[in-house]
């Protein structure tokens, strides 16, 4: 507070997926919101965040963040919304625009290139800008440009080789000069050095207090003349104009009538991971099991016990009475069913398997802010899943993860596998309505999954060489600088693999269902601008309602090389979630604009479309001539 000028204290609050505040709602991670590819639902989920922020009296919600997931090491993948700048983008807006339409101001992170959390305080992001602006920027553009995003908050690394927070061709240049953003720009915690540089920046805040935007630091820089008046008044009055736009110094910020916690906000959990959860991998109708049949089921491991629900650090929202797996696959199972758990693959355990039905190995990952974590699952898992399979035919695998990991040493010998995200408080409801059939799986993976590490474009060019995970995270900047260059420029994620021969073991978008859907029609109406309109016609042609995800990819042919940067092959352009009755069709429209389909792209090429089910299966092609 400042009293003397009558302005009350205002409280900021962690984070994207709920309030780190005790008796909160402990929703879905972000990535598994961003795995329902639903908008609307994204909007209701930020609605039900802003309700409690408005009940425990919170002016600023510290999210949501919108960095890129590329590589699945990353300790805050969980947070963010996948790999693709367009699904985040078409998913942050409107959950940026429902948490401010509640009068609390919401806050994009981290800007920018913070993609990884291994000593990311002494981690140099070396990206190109063709790069940021095909991939990195997207997101944070379409907060401020189409949601009016109240705050932006800078990230902890280094871009070609300045501090974010510090850095004038970011802030000052792209942000607000570029954008034309006027809002607040805060540091994160800790994350600024040298007090004129910030100043000269074009951001306004140092959080979480002034340890080098201090009193004697600024009136050392004004008595040297290196800094006016001018630049202090700009930091508060942009900062302070920001607070009176929001109404903050005008009105009592708790709202006695707005729910806290659970109710309806366990509802949105709930769908969201219905809509979320993504079916990877299902041999031979393995799934659904029939609730009604006389059958044995084991579920192996304490992760189906207690369930976690969520990674850690600001983000995580400590869980009050969790549903776990287990409590799910309970509640659902008919009175015929026999269910047996096992934390570990003991004798007794292992004989159970041997004449189960069915089998369902759970682990989690342990996933958390300042580290990133393995790619490779630990011996114990592995040693899990190997006595299930060496037991039974029929096992299922259950992940609860924030991102990728490798699949590889047990794919071949499994019938099925279930990625259920972290789920939060409620959201583990969701794993015994698919595993029974009573709601059918329609989430979409939000990044790719690869075969092995080797496979990732980022192989080489993540840590530096000896690194170890294990190597504890540093708050302070400790450690020399080192170098993260992001060589394979645009071509991460899906990108990668449709450049190149390799195959991911599932690719971005896929997701399997228990029906089947069918393409046809794909149809291009022109115009005399570059907006044109793209149709196509889906069908549900098994036998079960099911949603689908129709995906539009575009790109250029030949695809171009743009200021030294070769583009993707193709990038998502659109997506709508089509909800089907057996036999039903729908014909899906979508706008393209095909000057539109990379920054600074050049014109008179040729545009090619695809549209599918997934960036690996994409049904449906056709290419649109040159307008010249």
Aim: hydrophobic letters at 40%; proline letters at 6%.
């Amino acid at each position: 507070a400042i009293e003397r000028l009558g302005l009350d204290r205002l409280f900021f609050a962690d984070a994207s997926m709920g309030l780190r505040i005790p008796e909160s709602t402990a929703f879905p991670s972000f990535v598994s919101l961003a795995a329902t590819f639903d908008p609307d639902l994204a909007a209701r989920y930020g609605d039900a965040v802003a309700e409690e922020c408005r009940a425990k009296g919170v002016h600023v919600l510290l999210g949501p963040g919108v960095n890129l997931y590329r590589v699945p090491q990353g300790g805050r993948n969980f947070e963010y919304l996948g790999e693709d700048p367009h699904l985040a983008s078409r998913m942050v807006v409107p959950y940026i625009k429902a948490v401010q339409k509640r009068g609390v101001m919401a806050t994009v992170k981290h800007f920018v290139a913070n993609n990884h959390e291994w000593h990311r305080k002494a981690s140099n992001s070396v990206v190109d800008d063709a790069t940021l602006r095909t991939l990195y920027y997207p997101a944070f553009e379409a907060a401020i440009k189409e949601a009016d995003v109240g705050a932006v908050m800078t990230a902890y690394n280094l871009i070609n080789g300045e501090y974010a927070a510090q850095h004038p061709g970011l802030v000052q240049g792209v942000l607000r000069d570029e954008w034309g953003f006027d809002g607040l720009v805060m540091t994160d915690w800790w994350s600024v050095y040298e007090p004129l540089r910030v100043i000269r920046s074009g951001t306004n805040l140092e959080m979480p207090h002034a340890d080098y935007l201090n009193e004697p630091a600024i009136l050392d820089l004004l008595g040297g003349g290196q800094i006016t008046t001018a630049d202090i008044d700009r930091m508060v009055a942009g900062t302070l104009a920001s607070f009176f736009k929001f109404g903050f110094y005008d009105r009592d910020q708790t709202d006695p009538d707005a729910l806290g916690f659970g109710g309806w906000h366990d509802d949105i959990s709930r769908e969201t991971s219905r809509k979320g959860m993504v079916l990877l991998k299902n041999d031979a109708g393995f799934l659904p099991l029939d609730p009604e049949a006389t059958q044995t089921i084991v579920l192996l491991g304490s992760n189906a016990r207690e369930t976690e629900t969520s990674g850690y650090g600001a983000a995580r929202v400590e869980p009050t009475d969790p549903v776990s797996i287990l409590d799910s696959i309970n509640a659902v199972a008919g009175p015929n069913s026999t269910i047996a758990h096992f934390d570990d693959a003991t004798p007794e355990a292992i004989a159970a398997m041997r004449t189960a039905d069915a089998v369902f190995v759970t682990f989690n990952t342990r996933e958390r802010e300042a580290n990133d974590r393995a790619f490779e699952l630990p011996e114990d898992t592995l040693s899990l899943i190997s006595a299930a399979t060496d037991a039974s035919d029929n096992v299922g695998v259950l992940v609860t993860a924030g991102s990728g990991v490798d699949m590889s040493p047990f794919i071949d010998d499994t019938k099925a596998v279930l990625m259920a995200f972290f789920a939060g408080n409620a959201g583990n409801t969701a794993v015994g309505e698919i595993v029974f059939g009573r709601t059918n799986p329609s989430g979409r993976l939000p990044f790719t999954i690869e075969r092995t590490w080797s496979d990732s474009p980022a192989y080489g060019r993540f840590l530096p060489e000896g690194a170890a995970f294990n190597d504890q995270p540093i708050w302070n900047r400790e450690r020399p600088i080192f170098d993260v260059v992001f060589g394979e420029g645009t071509r991460s994620g899906y990108r990668h693999f449709d450049a190149t021969d390799a195959e991911p073991l599932f690719a971005f978008g896929h997701g399997l269902s228990y029906t089947t859907f069918a393409y046809a029609d794909l149809k291009i109406t022109d115009s005399e601008g570059p907006v044109i309109e793209v149709t196509a016609t889906v069908t549900n042609t098994g036998n079960s309602p099911g949603d689908e995800v129709v995906q539009l990819y575009a790109g250029l042919a030949p695809v171009p090389t743009i200021n030294g940067t070769p583009m993707p092959v193709r990038l998502l352009k659109g997506f709508q979630r089509v909800s089907l009755e057996p036999g039903e069709s729908a014909s899906v429209r979508f706008e393209l604009d095909t000057d539109a389909i990379y920054p600074d792209q050049p014109t008179g090429a040729a545009v090619s479309i695809s549209v599918g089910g997934a960036s690996d299966s994409l049904p449906l092609r056709t290419t649109k001539g040159s307008r010249d």
